[in-house]
């Protein structure tokens, strides 16, 4: 044994790839159908590290190679969220105000019964980004107090009631949630087509009937007249009594255009592709990424159209404003001799789904932490973010964007996961080898219990507040709010339950998406206060 783990101390790399194997397998290992998932890297880093100390070995994973996973976790977090976090901004702020006012007073609570344990603040920091599951807000906290230890044991300990505690929450919030709901709602909120009889004898244009909608809604084909041939639905196109068109988006808004137009047609307008087809595209030329759907130009040039995109694993409707990055996968509906001829303009290269944009990627991560490094005057000596939280601003801001002139700054979704993954299992491998020498000490003393309990106490605070806020005041629906919980506690492993116990029902990935980068943000700020007490 003793051999192995000095092998290991001479070799980091080596032991990198040891712990993201170790980790990453026993992560994925179900209890109660529950699995741990990447924390179980920063569990497997402490053991080792604690193992190779009583052999008075010392294991440790470069500091650089944490700092690197560290802004690539952070930074393409902020890319993915970006879109969504200034959407919800517009029409979602109540939420977001009260995760960010129950995570202030959960710090307050923090430092108040903290320090009644006796608890240094390096080490409240630490539990208060465990108990929250935020690895990020542990980053800050452990860059703010230069001690990766203390930071480290804290969040180590807090971590699994974190997690479980708010699975917990998210059950019994969705055992309000009525047995017939989840079919209902999955099928209301999922994109879906439908062909209407037009009855309206004003001839409104297309664009008169999805102005009014708020990019709810797309038309993809018309039909003048039985014999006529099936056309793609341009902006201006009018609509006269007796035409038949498709309209895509979810179901209530569809079924809302219906009973606006005219009546749902027996007819099934995309079942005839005699004269226009349709298929899924890649979007992988970089000119086109970070550019919207409506400068695609595709009606003016193929006499073409989108109707879906699909991000990851999310259907989008194709409004004229949404911004497409690389790798998207566009749903097209053009005449079938020019389907070849849109492509080749789009792409369609599996590259696109891997390109991680270099040049953007590099520009991003240098802003963010540089603007990490700038210092915030505020009372009481001002605040640095630390490289965390300016990588995550500057993500947010680039991911949001998606282009600037000539540059493309968003990421294609599957390569910003996967850098994503990367980043946080390398800075869980750092954090764990730094705190495995003194882990078990801390946990077999007086500073275990205590910090159990600091933890717990946090962890439950959090979910009874935003749980009884957000249906007593905000009136939210269980199956939201459970996602709503799953975004606050900025945990994975709650999404992934919720969308289990619901069928995949939209609300709760958009309950998720909602305040998830605003709680990221809150959290790493309030860390690092903690962290410098």
């Known amino acids: 044994m003793h051999v192995a783990l000095s092998f290991l101390a001479e070799q980091p ?3 990198l790839f040891v712990l993201f194997c170790v980790g990453s397998a026993l992560g994925g290992v179900r209890v109660a159908d529950v699995t741990i998932g990447p924390a179980a890297v920063l569990f497997t880093a402490i053991a080792a590290s604690a193992l190779a100390s009583a052999y008075d070995v010392k294991l440790a994973v470069p500091e650089v190679v944490g700092t690197l996973g560290l802004v690539l976790f ?3 977090v902020g890319v993915i969220g970006g879109p969504t976090f200034f959407a919800a901004l517009r029409g979602g702020w109540r939420p977001i105000v009260t995760v960010a006012l129950t995570f202030t007073g959960v710090a307050a609570v923090a430092a108040g019964l903290g320090r009644l344990l006796g608890l240094p603040f390096p080490t409240i920091a630490g539990t208060f980004a465990g108990a929250l599951t935020n690895t990020p807000a542990l980053a800050a906290a452990t860059e703010r107090s230069g001690d990766a230890a203390a930071t480290t044991v804290g969040y180590s300990i807090a971590y699994l009631f ?5 699975l917990v929450a998210t059950a019994t919030v969705l055992r309000r949630r009525p047995a017939s709901e989840a079919t209902a709602a ?9 062909t209407i009889r037009v009855e309206r004898t004003d001839r409104p244009t297309v664009h008169d009937v999805v102005a009014g909608r708020s990019g709810e809604v797309v038309f993809s084909r018309v039909r003048h007249g039985e014999a006529s041939p099936v056309l793609v639905a341009d902006d201006d196109e009018r609509l006269e009594n007796g035409d038949l068109v498709t309209v895509v988006g979810p ?15 027996s007819h099934v307008l995309p079942a005839d592709r ?7 595209i890649t979007l992988s030329r970089q000119v086109l990424a970070g550019r919207t759907v409506e400068d695609l130009d595709l009606g003016e040039q193929f006499g073409a159209t989108v109707t879906r995109v699909r991000r990851g694993d999310v259907d989008m409707v194709a ?6 990055l690389p790798g998207d996968r566009l749903r097209v509906i053009a005449p079938a001799r020019r389907m070849k001829e849109v492509s080749t303009y789009l792409g369609d290269s599996e590259r696109g789904l891997s390109d991680i944009n270099p040049v953007g990627l590099a520009l991003g991560l240098s802003l963010g932490v540089l603007l990490g490094t700038t210092h915030l005057p505020l009372p009481g000596g001002g605040v640095a973010i630390g490289a965390a939280g300016g990588t995550l601003l500057v993500g947010l801001v680039f991911g949001r964007l998606g282009r600037v002139g000539p540059l493309v700054t968003g990421l294609a979704h599957p390569a910003a996961s996967t850098l994503s993954t990367f980043g946080m299992l390398a800075f869980l491998a750092y954090a764990g080898t730094r705190a495995g020498g003194s882990f078990t000490s801390a946990v077999t003393s007086g500073l275990g219990w205590r910090v159990a309990v600091l933890g717990v106490v946090l962890t439950a605070l959090t979910a009874t507040a935003v749980a009884v806020v957000g249906t007593v005041v905000h009136r939210i629906d269980p199956t939201r709010l459970a996602g709503l919980l799953g975004g606050a506690q900025t945990q994975p492993a709650v999404l992934a339950f919720a969308n289990e116990r619901t069928g995949f029902d939209t609300r709760v990935a958009l309950g998720y998406a909602l305040v998830y980068p605003a709680a990221m ?4 700020v309030l860390a690092q206060v903690l962290a410098g007490g």
């Open 162 to 166: 974190g997690v479980v505690g708010m």
């Open 274 to 280: 005699r004269d226009l087809d349709f298929r899924r």
């Open 251 to 265: 179901r209530d808004a569809v079924n809302a255009v219906a009973a606006d137009l005219g009546h749902r047609s």
């Open 74 to 76: 952070t930074y393409t």
């Open 186 to 194: 999955a099928a209301a909120t999922a994109l879906t087509n439908l």
């Open 521 to 524: 943000i809150v959290k790493i």
């Open 13 to 15: 790399l080596v032991l």
């Open 319 to 324: 409004s004229d404003d949404l911004v497409l």
